[in-house]
């Protein structure tokens, strides 16, 4: 046998629409395995014979091999956030629904107001609004009562969440942590990794704390009116 040498490398490389959709489909054939499980426990065959096979005519001997087609993937898209770029949020969604649309895939989309009251949104509502008057055209009947409720609603009709909220909330592990205390699965980093890396002064001094060479910096904690300036060390840079 020949001996092969270097590095073997798969034939494609997963995109993250393939690991998203890898993802709530695992969710979801799991959901579907235990439908059926709960399903066979509440009706037992009446004419099954001596070897534990059903010999009704048209019914399926139990070693039948299940060519039930795979269950639809349920994607919830969370979007907008307290923070001014609510827009590129708006749009981040946007752009997921049109990249995730399918027959196996059923993508919902969820609104977070700037004083994070969560809703429930029709898909159309996501195209049709823009980021200055969307708080105003929002159904007060598909608002949740709490993030908590918000998140368990997740949690009992979506097999994975994907957050696409920019700046506060959607960055700094809050909304993560929500989704965590449910247990639903979610694109992107967990609430520890997301908090520590959000402010930029506790990511450098943990960053150091682990051993990786950190650039040196100064937090400073009080607000300081007006801009800041330095002056280029090279030619052909702007001040900052």
Known sequence: MAEIRGTVRPACTPTPRA???GAACARAHTRGQSSRVRAAARKTPKAANASGSDSRPGVHDNNTKDVTEPPVARVAIICGGPSEERGISLNSARSLLDHLGGERVQARAFYVDRGLSCFALGNADLYSNTPSDFDYKLDPNAQFDSLQAFAQHIADTCDVAFPAIHGPFGEDGKLQAVLESVGVPFVGTGADAASNAFDKGRCAATL?????????????????????????????????
Do not use: C, H, Q, W
């Open 19 to 21: 690991l998203l959709l």
């Open 208 to 240: 150091a704390k682990k051993g990786f060479p950190v650039v040196p910096s100064v937090v400073l904690n009080r607000e300081i009116d007006g801009y800041l300036f330095k002056t280029p060390t090279r030619p052909g840079f702007d001040s900052l």
